[in-house]
């Protein structure tokens, strides 16, 4: 059993891994090939092996199947501006709701909830350190091969307050894997200090002011050798920001207006909403609709408002901007209490001054990381009853003998050699 769920996770967890690398390719994979591949994916576990949600997972479930129905429900009474762009943010949004869908099935075992959060946090180290090393020695290219058109590029994020965005939400996960112990972990805590300087070196204003924001919080919510924690981490941080430098974001704060641009583009975006409080003008269709309602020119192609909420709800109107409030709600309790969520919380509000959601290299371990922190501790499942030949209620999927599975099952507590702190406590 334990053997079949670990290769479903790692699947998942894999599709995720290749949907980020590609980032900057969205247009070309996103959510054509690997939105068909997620939904694949969703339609084999949810059906071949079905899973009970707990309950309050359900008004999540409900609140994202909403989402691409607004769309739907736009393109029934025609009120899109434009059909095709429409068509794929709705198909966007469901596979967002399939991932969550999934995250959450097989968030049911802890032990595999514990696996699937430490893979993601190597794989947060492992990307935040290529990144950057890539943005002092790639000299514009993604991963030192694929140009980007920019001098400096981190990763494979088109922009460093993207990036930016990707640290918030994985640095708590990192400090936590420091500090889940009874020791400090210099493993987990010097990445993780670096991960706070590369945000800084990024240049990105409010990603950067929120990450500073960010580890104290963290410290605070987590209530265990603050003192200690705070020296180490500003210490590390701050050697890491003397390294790295902070040229590109020093130029930034001493700009007199720094919302230029962004203030105008915020306020073409409330005017589209104006026009159309209901129905907006069509999931997907801000970069179309914008140049009617733009208040300047600066020669380049604006893409997002630079503020999601803004450009959620100039798109779907008012009723939309509800049901995405509406799934926040039902994530802000877990995000609250566990400290390795908080980073929830932080990228919703750098939405507030960009656009991070709207890239699926964040995104889809926001839907990921939030299906993780609404599960407690008594809506998981007992470990499964091995049946007649040993075998599991999913050992037919040819994944391993249930028999196998049922003792690591037993046994997986002491084997993980220290519990379950990261999802209880």
Not at 4 to 27: D, H, I, P, S, Y
Not at 132 to 138: G, W, Y
């Amino acid at each position: 059993m334990r053997g079949c769920e670990t290769r479903w996770a790692g699947a998942l967890f894999a599709l995720a891994v290749m949907v980020t690398a590609t980032t900057w390719l969205e247009k070309l994979w996103w959510p054509g090939l690997f939105g068909a591949a997620i939904l694949l994916y969703a339609a084999g576990l949810l059906t071949w092996a079905p899973r009970q949600f707990a309950g309050r997972h359900k008004p999540a479930v409900v609140f994202l199947a909403a989402l691409p129905g607004w769309g739907l429900l736009q393109l029934a009474l025609g009120t899109s501006s434009i059909v095709g762009l429409t068509l794929r943010a709705c198909l966007g949004w469901t596979v967002l709701g399939a991932a969550f869908c999934c995250a959450a099935a097989l968030f049911q075992d802890k032990h595999e909830m514990r696996r699937f959060l430490r893979w993601t946090s190597i794989f947060a180290v492992v990307l935040c350190t290529a990144a950057t090393l890539q943005f002092f020695t790639s000299e514009g290219r993604y991963f030192w091969i694929w140009p980007s058109g920019q001098p400096q590029v981190f990763g494979p994020f088109q922009s460093r307050n993207n990036y930016a965005s990707f640290v918030l939400l994985m640095l708590p996960l990192v400090l936590w894997n420091a500090v889940e112990r009874d020791r400090i972990n210099w493993l987990w805590l010097m990445p993780g200090a670096l991960m706070m300087a590369s945000a800084i070196a990024s240049g990105s204003r409010a990603g950067s002011l929120l990450v500073v924001l960010e580890v104290p919080v963290f410290l605070w919510t987590e209530r265990r050798r603050t003192a200690v924690l705070v020296l180490l981490t500003v210490g590390l941080a701050t050697a890491a920001t003397l390294v790295m430098g902070w040229d590109a974001l020093g130029p930034k704060l001493r700009d007199a207006d720094p919302m230029r641009y962004r203030r105008e583009m915020l306020l073409s975006a409330l005017e589209m909403l104006k026009d159309k409080p209901l129905f907006g003008h069509g999931l997907g269709t801000f970069p179309g609709v914008y140049p009617a309602y733009a208040l300047f020119d600066s020669g380049y192609f604006v893409n997002h408002a630079h503020n999601d909420w803004a450009e959620w709800a100039s798109e779907g109107g008012v009723p939309f901007l509800v049901l995405i409030l509406g799934f926040g709600a039902c994530t802000l309790p877990g995000s609250v209490r566990l400290p390795w969520a908080i980073g929830l919380p932080a990228v919703c509000i750098h939405a507030l001054a960009d656009y991070p959601l709207q890239r699926p290299g964040v995104s889809l371990w926001v839907v990921f990381l939030a299906a993780a922190a609404m599960w407690k501790k008594g809506d998981y499942r007992d470990p499964p009853v091995v049946g007649e030949g040993g075998r599991s209620e999913l050992s037919g999927l040819g994944f391993g003998k249930g028999l196998r599975g049922n003792v690591r099952a037993s046994g997986i507590a002491n084997a993980d050699g220290g519990g379950s702190q990261i999802l209880e406590r």
